[in-house]
């Protein structure tokens, strides 16, 4: 029996037959990588290496000491400062010389504009590596086209990342100004010619369309806030519009998909909360669902065992066995 819910119009789908198996949890790593290292974090902030730049940023998460020496910290490149009477690069402070507000990074071969956000944001979230590169492993490895679909796309590496692997894109964000940086990573990266479709939309709004349009995709990446707005204003809430997300994600996938990837950042619930609704919303469709964290692993020489993991978001994804 479908069950009306409050918001957008589409109906919550029920299905009939058994979850599928669950995995819970697991902890998916990224460690220090070509372009990217977390030296060091502690009280509160972290000390990470981005292409040619290390970086301070504020850190909740980082309750420990710090292992390295001050001297280590106040040598960086940029400290976010988080000013509040400034905006855009103001907010950072620059202990040497003075940066511009971009800079080239690569990560996994693909090549992208770092850049110094007031939301202290740096227009990539490392932890993420990991969904790439499984996304990208599966791309490779397939023998056929593969569609993705890359919701709340951000800046675009994701999408950038699984053109690279050969898949043919559809990326869809809200900020024309995170569309704009997407597609000067797009050009960075030498993938201009590459099938992504940039659009922008509010995810709620398109993912209807394109249920109504019979559009269907074989991996779907979801990285969705815990509040956002449309380009309309339109209103996301993840606690209240999740369920009914996962939902038409779900009817979205192809007949032999690879898989559904949702992470969640800064929200105040378990991943069992994620990993619970997303067995549900595939309920019948066979296959596995692993829900855990994504972490950094600290990068230090000498004993591997001693850097310590840092924790960035819960993920739960769906993939058929
Ligand atoms: C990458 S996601 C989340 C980033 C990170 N995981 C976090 O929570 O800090 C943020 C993106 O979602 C986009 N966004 C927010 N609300 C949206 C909506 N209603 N429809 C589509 N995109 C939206 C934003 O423009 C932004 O680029």
Redo the contacts with the bound molecule.
């Keep these: 029996m479908p069950v009306e819910t409050s918001g957008p119009a589409r109906i919550l789908n029920t299905h009939a037959g058994s979850l599928p198996d669950g995995r819970a949890p697991v902890i998916l790593e990224t460690a220090s990588t070509p372009g990217y290292s977390l030296i060091d974090s502690g009280h509160g902030e972290k000390l990470e290496q981005y292409g040619p730049y290390r970086i301070v940023r504020p850190e909740a998460q980082a309750l420990w000491p710090r292992r390295l020496p001050a001297s280590a910290w106040s040598n960086a490149d940029a400290i976010f400062t988080g000013d509040t009477e400034e905006d855009g690069i103001g907010r950072w402070a620059f202990p040497k010389t003075p940066l511009g507000e971009t800079w080239p990074m690569n990560l996994l071969d693909v090549d992208f504009w770092g850049r110094l956000t007031s939301f202290r944001h740096v227009g990539v979230?490392p932890e993420q590596i990991a969904h790439w590169q499984w996304m990208a492993d599966r791309i490779a490895a397939s023998r056929r086209p593969m569609k993705v679909l890359n919701l709340?796309g951000?800046t675009g590496v994701a999408s950038l990342v699984a053109a690279r692997a050969g898949a043919e894109v559809t990326h869809?964000?809200?900020?024309k100004k995170?569309i704009v940086w997407a597609r000067e990573n797009q050009a960075l990266a030498g993938l201009e010619s590459s099938p992504i479709r940039w659009i922008c939309?509010?995810?709620?709004k398109f993912i209807q369309r394109e249920e109504r349009r019979g559009n269907r995709y074989d991996i779907i990446l979801t990285?969705?806030?815990?509040f956002?707005?449309?380009p309309n204003g339109?209103v996301?809430q993840l606690f209240e519009h999740l369920p009914l997300m996962l939902d038409i994600l779900r009817e979205l996938l192809t007949p032999q998909p690879t898989g559904l990837v949702l992470?969640a950042?800064?929200i105040r619930a378990s991943f069992y909360s994620i990993h619970e609704l997303m067995r549900e919303t595939m309920r019948g469709a066979g296959g596995l669902v692993e829900s855990g964290e994504l972490i950094i692993r600290e990068s230090r020489d000498g004993d591997p065992a001693d850097c310590r993991a840092l924790s960035t978001?819960l993920f739960s994804r769906w993939i058929p066995t």
């Design positions: 979230f709340f951000y869809v964000d809200a900020s995170a939309d509010d995810a709620m990285d969705p806030p815990k956002g707005r449309g339109e996301w992470t950042y800064s978001s």
